[in-house]
């Protein structure tokens, strides 16, 4: 299955995505000279133990899908040490600003598709409205720096959240069906950039089968803080067992 953005950070950090091709800037990228941030707020679990704090980062990645093989960008990035200037005096929690996400429009990342290939992959009964809709994807991943490169691999990842921001060529619907039939996936975008809330519900009258939400929220909600999670399923959310799983998952 080839690695497309609906995919998330589970996808790109598996097998074969430890060779994919990591851009980013050295270090957390500093916002530039005169701008208006904003900012998303992020709670997460507790650090293990054997982490250092120091060098473990709250990053917003793209994916370009374009190529051969996929190139990670990473957009902005705060490092999570109790002294960074973006750490919040409640535990476990960080703000990230948002900014150059226009440049993922316009630049060379390609990160402007059409929604079928941005969304979706392995699927079928695949509907989008309108037809030639674009959507640009940046996802949140937590991942200690081991290595110095300022990029996540699989081996760096800590936590995720299937809540991503999102930029759409107008406003649009979609929707589709996964590969084994056991999950409807459905979307609504508003035009421009939004931030997209992942829900996962499993009715109790359809055992083993599941209704996934991608829905841009009114702005308002973007003051409401993301949670994040060890990597998990996209389809179930937190990969919990059939039977657990009867309202809704992040």
Not at 39 to 62: D, E, G, H, Q, W
Request: glycine letters at 6%; a neutral charge; one cysteine or more.
């Amino acid at each position: 299955m080839k690695l497309k953005q609906r995919s998330g950070l589970q996808a790109l950090f598996g097998g074969a995505a430890l060779m994919f091709l990591l851009t980013a800037c050295p270090g957390p990228i500093p916002p530039p000279p005169i701008y208006n941030p904003q900012y998303l707020t992020f709670k997460y679990p507790a650090l293990p133990s054997t982490v250092n704090s120091r060098n473990t980062y709250l990053a917003a990645i793209a994916i370009d899908t374009s190529g051969s093989s996929n190139t990670v960008t990473v957009v902005n990035s705060v490092a999570l040490d109790s002294g960074s200037l973006y750490a919040s005096p409640q535990p476990n929690t960080a703000q990230l600003p948002l900014y150059n996400l226009d440049s993922l429009l316009n630049g060379k990342s390609q990160c402007l598709q059409d929604v079928v290939k941005g969304e979706a992959d392995g699927i079928k009964d695949f509907k989008v409205t309108p037809e030639k809709a674009q959507t640009c994807n940046v996802y949140f991943v937590i991942y200690e720096d081991r290595d110095g490169n300022s990029s996540p691999s699989s081996a760096e990842e800590l936590y995720s959240t299937h809540d991503i921001m999102s930029y759409a060529s107008s406003d649009l619907t979609y929707s589709y069906t996964s590969e084994d039939g056991n999950s409807a996936v459905s979307g609504v975008r508003s035009k421009g950039w939004s931030l997209v809330r992942h829900l996962a519900l499993q009715p109790v009258s359809t055992p083993g089968k599941y209704l996934v939400s991608m829905n841009s929220v009114p702005k308002e909600d973007k003051a409401l803080a993301l949670t994040m999670h060890e990597p998990s399923a996209f389809y179930t959310s937190q990969s919990l067992p059939s039977a657990a799983v009867r309202g809704s998952q992040p």
